[in-house]
């Protein structure tokens, strides 16, 4: 099985290469969709149903937005070259990381082989006469840690506010030609002679 | 002819018949597997996440096949915010209901018996709530980035005028 898990992940490396690579913007989208799919099946052969089946879903989801954003907006490609500067420092960033990941990694348990902890443990003792669930991930996010749970929706609750604060395309407040220009909102003739033929 | 027919026939909006026929069908069986997702939630992989964002795919294929017309008269993006917020406010609630039992989330209601629909107290009330949030917010992302974004000029128009007639 450890053979598999790694030919997917060097797939799932693939993919990202190719995303970021890609000249095309559909095809480096699609190729984002190889690493999630993959990471769900990955999940799935871990023995993680729940987590595979939501990493799926929102993996279509963003999938669907995202072409359905990308074919809608401008994607012409930046040809300019890169700057030399920031690709050395983040070479010498991503070596000390390798440095320090190097001793880390031997630290970590054996795969497959998670270290015994006592909250674990109690949880699946104990978990289905506690909490009534047989889901045992479920008992754990809605009754143990039911907390942590809210506060999630929490951040859900913020980030759909601020999507529908700045992506709304018109304001509450009546606009004015002197904001529009300050700020740069495009009118609807800028639109139609920017974006005419999507 | 029924109302979905007369969409089917429209050529304007949304994609080809053939898209809207198959979509008709797929339809009822993703809502009610997003519903089975969330209700067994407690007994089966899945929960309210899961299930809110398979609901949620369901009302975007509507969009995406039939055009914005049927997808906001189904679910427009009022009810979206309004089921949002007060599904949240619900899954407080729940959480604020426990301090009668001592504690914050505190599982007052009874356990119930083992693998039975209604068990395991109030984790099928939140998985209910997270779903229905879940929804309704992942719905309004897609209106907001899709239907009502900058740079949608012609949908937005279209929008625009179908809201100036009603």
């Known amino acids: 099985m450890e053979i598999f898990l790694l030919v997917l992940t060097i797939f799932m490396i693939v993919g990202s290469i190719v995303a970021i690579e890609a000249k095309n913007l559909l095809s480096s989208v699609i190729s984002v969709g190889i690493v999630g799919f993959s990471l769900g099946i990955v999940f799935l052969m871990l023995g993680a149903p729940d987590i595979a089946i939501t990493q799926v879903v929102v993996e279509i989801l963003i999938l669907v937005i995202l072409i359905r954003a990308t074919i809608t907006t401008d994607n012409t490609a930046i040809e300019k070259h890169k700057d030399t500067f920031p690709v050395v420092v983040s070479l010498i960033f991503f070596g000390l990381f390798l440095i320090f990941a190097y001793f880390a990694v031997q630290e970590l348990p054996q795969f497959g082989d998670p270290l015994p902890r006592e909250a674990a443990a109690h949880y699946l003792d104990n978990g289905p006469e506690e909490t009534g669930a047989m889901n045992i991930v479920t008992a754990v996010l809605l009754d143990y840690r039911a907390y942590d749970t809210m506060g999630e929706a929490t951040v859900l609750f913020a980030s759909i506010v601020g999507a529908f604060v700045i992506l709304r395309r018109r304001g509450r407040k009546h606009r004015k030609d002197e904001d529009t220009e300050k700020v740069g909102i495009l009118e609807d003739e800028d639109i139609k002679k920017n974006f005419e033929g999507f | ?166």
Do not use: Q
Not at chain 2, 53 to 75: E, N, P, Q, R, Y
């Open chain 2, 1 to 166: 002819m029924d109302k979905m027919e007369k969409y089917i026939r429209d050529g304007k909006s949304g994609m080809t018949p053939i898209v809207k026929t198959v979509v008709r069908f797929v339809m009822g069986i993703i809502f009610i597997f997003g519903a089975y997702v969330v209700l067994y939630g407690h007994l089966t992989p899945g929960g309210g996440f899961a299930g809110g964002v398979i609901l949620a795919c369901g009302f975007i294929i509507l969009t995406l096949a039939f055009g914005k017309g049927l997808a906001l008269s189904k679910f427009s993006d009022k009810w979206a915010s309004i089921i949002d917020n007060s599904a949240a406010l619900i899954f407080l609630t729940i959480g604020f209901i426990g301090f009668s039992g001592g504690y914050f989330f505190m599982n007052i209601l009874g356990k119930g018996k083992e693998f039975a629909l209604f068990s395991a107290g109030t984790i099928p009330l939140c998985n209910i709530a997270i779903g229905l949030k879940v929804t309704a917010s992942v719905f309004a992302v897609f209106l907001t980035l899709s239907i009502f974004g900058r740079f949608v000029s012609k949908l937005v128009d279209d929008y625009e005028d179908d809201t100036e007639k009603e």
